[in-house]
């Protein structure tokens, strides 16, 4: 049987063939994302897709899926998935909390809320039932589970207090999480009236657990090259740690040279799609 390590390096292995591939051909070389196919799923469970929206004009705010539930028929739901770049989990998460807690304030002194407060920010897991990796007899095998555990999608969960100008009072929740390059966040807000907290609370959270996981994004562009970067004077077992790691990153990007038609199709059976072309210059 094959250990991770045989697997990893493997896939490490063709990953460097096709970037070599690329390289030898003769055409420009693309841009870091050439365009990206944003797939909201049109029903999870309980939550029924309305709408979504895309303006190619103001690309980089990407697109809004606007979900309903039968749970909570009052509550708005809504999923944007905009583009991002190639970051690590951590820093992504960084940078797109500056944007998303920034939003608050701002939309007060817009007017567009009477209040608009954070009362707290906390780490959100993607799977709430994710287990510890089970142990193996191989010591590499364990460095290499341990390693990719530590690059499981974690977000943050923003619970906020909104009062609107005719000081009716909101439940709100907001979500961010990096994959695919790009960020997803979702936005559930809804009357106080509507449910208590707690029970608002834990709907809430599995609604963004299931719109995330459910939604992705296809990317088309040199970010299809996958060079694997290692340290000379690491140890081969270090090196076999750190080409799993970063192989299981490139995967989780979502990013070919090419994205063929019957892929677009296939996806479209369960998910609308909305295309985002990007033009020279966007990346840099």
């Not at 998460?93 to 608009?116: H, N, W």
């Not at 992705?216 to 299809?224: F, K, R, V």
Request: aromatic share 10%; charged share 25%.
């Amino acid at each position: 049987m094959q250990t991770l390590v045989n697997r990893f390096v493997m896939a490490a292995a063709v990953a460097t063939v096709f970037c070599g591939v690329a390289h030898a051909s003769d055409k420009p070389k693309a841009m870091f994302i050439e365009h990206t196919y944003v797939l909201a799923p049109k029903q999870i469970e309980h939550l029924r897709l309305e709408k979504t929206s895309y303006d190619p004009e103001h690309r980089f705010s990407g697109v809004n899926a606007s979900y309903r539930s039968a749970s909570v028929p009052g509550a708005t739901m809504n999923l944007f998935i905009y583009p991002a770049g190639r970051y690590l989990q951590k820093d992504a998460i960084e940078e797109g909390m500056k944007e998303f807690v920034s939003s608050f304030p701002d939309a007060q002194k817009r007017g567009t809320y009477k209040l608009a407060e954070i009362e707290s920010i906390t780490s959100f897991t993607l799977d709430e039932l994710a287990e510890p990796p089970k142990k193996s007899a191989n010591a590499l095998d364990n460095a290499i589970l341990d390693a990719l555990a530590s690059e499981a999608i974690e977000g943050r969960k923003i619970k906020l207090t909104i009062r609107l100008q005719d000081d009716t009072r909101i439940r709100s929740f907001g979500y961010l999480f990096y994959k695919n390059l790009n960020f997803f966040k979702v936005r559930i807000s809804t009357l106080y009236a509507e449910s208590t907290d707690v029970e608002f609370e834990k709907l809430a959270d599995a609604a963004a657990r299931l719109m995330v996981s459910s939604a992705g994004a296809l990317n088309a562009g040199s970010c299809a090259e996958k060079n694997i970067d290692l340290n000379e004077g690491d140890t081969p077992e270090q090196m076999a740690v750190e080409i799993s790691v970063q192989t299981f990153r490139f995967e989780n990007e979502r990013c070919s040279a090419t994205i063929a038609p019957e892929t677009v199709t296939k996806e479209a059976r369960t998910h609308t799609i909305d295309k985002i072309e990007f033009k020279p210059g966007d990346w840099r």
